[in-house]
């Protein structure tokens, strides 16, 4: 079945042609259409896991080895050469599993939240053609089809977000996601341009095989470019400014970008070229930090929100802090095992934030709900199952991914007391505003209108069936990666270790062997350091109890304290509200100074330059025109005169 991988993306691909031009052309019903949308990617998903499970047959050793997938050559020119060739190997399978999977949930509760939408079939297109570009990013074997499909989800962000553009909220948000992604990929364009200057290739196999003739600043400077790329789609300090307004779009849309594909790009790539980072020692120290400060400063934001999607977006972008804290201390399974626990709560949480909008007409603003356990119990118990696993509570599959992250943050080569003491601090803010929207949204009394209490009701099962499968793998997800400290074994990182365990031969380098640090119990440490990973886990457990019991005392017990606190730290508690005034630092620094070298353009060069340039050319035709128009008079006998005294100027010229 390995040979059929490219079947994987192609079944999303042929959903969307069908959908945007077949459906849109002979207007077919919402039902072939959703028919249509949820069966390509549940064949996608099918392919995905035969695939998986064959190479799952094969050796430990030889699963990375197995042979890339090339269709055909697609640019050949000089030194350049790139095909249209799929990766197979644990690393990619994994995330073909994760995208196609959770995505084939989400289309299937897409139909029933979007039911009554005038767009139905441009919707299912759209997201047709989002998975199938990021599964091109996914199984890629080469840098520069990797950025067609990195560029790819970046349109189809732009064009989902913006989804109901009659809207300005929705247009304007769909344009920022666009531009601020932009900046990212000029940094992953200059990353690829170094690979191909200093190696001739773009193919990772040629590359990662290479990589030691690279020296330390060139290396450096490649990873840390690529770096820049991965802030943009996975919404890092600075460029993460555009994910929050991607609430703008469609709930299923924001469950999609958010869980499993756009955003877990960067993590994705950084793992792929870990044979480039772990070259590059500053390169590593940078994504830890930015990682760690991300986890922090998001989470700080999600504490005073009120919109319960915004709420989930920071929570997002603290999470994807998490996983750049992981592969920036070299745990890079760590990172892609929280990036997969991550899609199963994370996708939960947006969609039953969807299906509590849905019971309560549309209404985001948690202080307009409260009380909704009763009436939707489905939601209600699905909701909290995913907030108990993104608090890290023993049992749900956030626990063993998050602990681990923790846990290396502190022992690896690379890790520092610091950067475990700001994920720890990031991990007891994470279970506090996630339990505060919890009890806010579904205990208490209910403080909606009287006409929508009214008409509070569950969602039907096409949107509750989702919630429940994600729930199960919410709590299932993480015990394919206990920590052997707890006496189990971690499938995850052996089935992982071919392909991210160590350094090529050749690398000349000390590997930060995955394999060796899983069978250690982590760092490489026994006895003492066991022990040691016991207490840090016992610790982080009691930091994510001490959030949910403030939580629940700020919330429930004592609900009015909250607004005495706002009151008594008016300033700071204004300053987060407002989320640090970043995006009106960057309207008046960068997006006010655009505005004005635009104008500046349009008024002095192209009005007073080109314009003027071609407006003087034109009159100067103008002019001739009046001159030569002056002997085309229309009269026969001036051109016969004309003609006669020509001969005579001949006559004269030739007899001379």
């Not at 190696?199 to 990662?208: C, K």
């Not at 339990?435 to 509750?464: D, Q």
């Not at 009106?584 to 620094?589: R, W």
Request: net charge positive; proline share 4%; charged share 15%.
């Amino acid at each position: 079945m390995i040979e059929y991988v490219w079947l994987i993306p192609l079944f999303p691909a042929m959903g969307f042609l069908f959908n945007g031009l077949i459906g849109r052309w002979c207007n077919l019903d919402k039902k072939t259409v959703s028919w249509v949308a949820c069966s390509a990617l549940g064949l996608s998903f099918l392919f995905s896991i035969l695939v998986f499970f064959s190479l799952l047959r094969l050796p430990p050793d030889a699963r990375a080895a197995v042979p890339d997938k090339v269709l055909f050559d697609w640019i050949v020119s000089g030194d350049l050469k790139t095909v249209i060739g799929y990766k197979v190997d644990p690393l990619s399978i994994v995330m073909a599993l994760v995208v196609s999977g959770v995505s084939f949930f989400i289309h299937i509760y897409s139909v029933g939240y979007m039911h009554d939408d005038t767009g139905f079939t441009r919707y299912f297109a759209y997201l047709n053609l989002f998975v199938f570009m990021m599964l091109t990013l996914v199984l890629a074997n080469n840098f520069l089809f990797m950025f067609v499909g990195w560029e790819g989800v970046g349109l189809c962000s732009y064009l989902l977000i913006g989804f109901w553009f009659e809207r300005d909220a929705p247009a304007n948000a769909g344009k920022k996601a666009f531009v601020v992604n932009r900046v990212g990929d000029f940094g992953f364009m200059l990353g690829m341009f170094l690979i191909f200057t200093h190696l001739g290739t773009l193919e990772f196999n040629q590359v990662f095989a290479k990589a030691h003739i690279l020296d330390p600043l060139t290396v450096t400077m490649i990873t840390l470019l690529l770096f820049v790329g991965a802030t943009g789609k996975s919404a890092q300090i600075p460029l993460y400014v555009w994910l929050p307004d991607a609430m703008e779009g469609p709930t299923p849309v924001s469950s999609l970008i958010h869980a499993a594909t756009m955003v877990t790009s960067g993590v994705y790539m950084i793992a792929r070229c870990h044979v480039l980072y772990s070259m590059a020692p500053i390169s590593m120290v940078v994504v830890a930090i930015f990682g760690a400060a991300t986890a922090i400063y998001a989470a700080s934001m999600g504490l005073l929100q009120f919109d319960i999607k915004r709420v989930l977006a920071y929570s997002t972008i603290s999470q994807l802090g998490y996983m750049f804290l992981a592969v920036g201390v070299g745990a890079f399974s760590a990172g892609i095992f929280h990036l997969m626990t991550h899609a199963f709560f994370k996708g939960l949480l947006f969609l039953g934030a969807g299906s509590v909008m849905h019971a309560l007409s549309g209404e985001l603003d948690m202080r307009k709900m409260g009380g909704l356990w009763r009436k939707t119990p489905i939601t209600f118990l699905t909701f909290l199952m995913a907030t108990l696993a993104i608090a890290g509570i023993p049992g749900f599959s956030g626990f063993f991914s998050k602990d681990e992250i923790l846990w290396q943050s502190f022992s690896s080569p690379h890790g520092h007391l610091l950067l475990w003491l700001v994920g720890a601090a990031a991990a007891g803010m994470t279970a506090f505003y996630m339990f505060r929207l919890t009890f806010v949204t579904f205990l208490g009394k209910c403080r909606a209108s009287e006409k929508v209490k009214k008409h509070i009701h569950e969602s039907p099962p096409i949107m509750t069936v989702p919630l429940i499968i994600l729930a199960v793998l919410s709590v299932i997800g993480g015990y394919v990666g206990i920590p052997h400290v707890l006496g189990g074994r971690n499938y995850f990182h052996e089935f992982l270790a071919p392909v991210l365990g160590g350094l090529p031969e050749g690398v000349g380098h000390a590997s930060f062997s995955l394999v060796k640090l899983a069978h250690a119990g982590g760092g490489g440490m026994d006895g003492s350091g066991a022990n040691l990973e016991l207490v840090l886990m016992v610790v982080s457990v009691i930091i994510a109890l001490i959030g949910i019991s403030i939580a629940f005392y700020l919330y429930i017990l004592k609900p009015d304290v909250p607004k005495k606190l706002a009151k008594r730290f008016k300033a700071l508690y204004t300053l987060v509200f407002n989320k640090y005034y970043v995006d009106e630092i960057y309207e008046a620094s960068f997006i006010d100074s655009a505005k004005k070298i635009g104008t500046f353009l349009w008024r002095e060069f192209d009005d007073g330059v080109v314009d003027r340039t071609v407006n003087l050319v034109a009159g100067l035709m103008l002019w001739c025109g009046k001159i030569l128009r002056k002997i085309q008079t229309g009269r026969v006998q001036g051109y016969a005169l004309g003609i006669v005294l020509g001969a005579v100027v001949v006559i004269i010229f030739l007899i001379k």
